[in-house]
């Protein structure tokens, strides 16, 4: 128990110390690893002509658990990594909750990723959380980092906002720096949709 929680503190403290340097606009996701293109999907994603599908497991804030198998739901899903002392996040994310009700749900779903909570977090850090998904109308599932997100998703992310969308296999389609504007996500997303 206590070898896991001193892992869990390791894993929370290296993601967020990285992340806090790169909250805003400007933070760079492609930019961390050589070789990302400036629409912002990596090299890699796009020179891979059948790229491994992302595989995880985790908890909503319900204490659900979600694994990879919610992107067999839609034909595309947006994945909003965000933190609760990311001011560019929060400003974002009430576009993102009407963006989340607009669309049918076999074409188009989105869920966030809260890479400062982790699983098993403190009543206090949750209950922070729940607020400011309250607050920013942010109504869709948000997952609770853990190791299998990090490794799956986000060891290369540097900064937050930072988005991915996947097909229905669990593709990656494209990763997304910074925050944007409703109209911005929804031009995404409906050529997405178009071209599946």
């Not at 839609?74 to 009407?98: F, H, I, K, Q």
């Not at 963006?99 to 098993?120: H, K």
């Not at 229905?168 to 944007?180: P, R, S, T």
């Amino acid at each position: 128990m206590r070898k896991r929680k001193y892992s869990t503190v390791l894993l929370s403290a290296f993601l967020t110390a990285g992340l806090i340097c790169g909250c805003g606009e400007d933070a760079s996701i492609g930019e961390m690893k050589e070789g990302t293109s400036q629409s912002g999907t990596s090299q890699a994603a796009e020179e891979a002509e059948s790229p491994a599908a992302v595989s995880f497991s985790g908890q909503d804030m319900e204490g659900n658990i979600v694994t990879s198998d919610i992107f067999g739901q839609s034909r595309l899903t947006m994945v909003n990594v965000w933190a609760t002392y990311c001011n560019p996040c929060l400003s974002e994310m009430p576009d993102l909750g009407e963006l989340a009700g607009e669309y049918d749900a076999g074409d188009f779903q989105l869920i966030g990723i809260i890479s400062d909570v982790e699983e098993g977090a403190d009543e206090e850090i949750m209950e922070n959380a729940r607020t400011l998904i309250e607050q920013t109308g942010a109504d869709y599932p948000h997952l609770l980092l853990n190791r299998f997100l990090y490794y799956s998703m986000l060891k290369d992310v540097t900064g937050v906002p930072t988005t991915f969308f996947f097909d229905q296999e669990g593709n990656l389609l494209e990763a997304v720096q910074g925050a944007k504007s409703k109209d911005v996500w929804k031009e995404k997303i409906d050529g997405f949709l178009e071209d599946m």
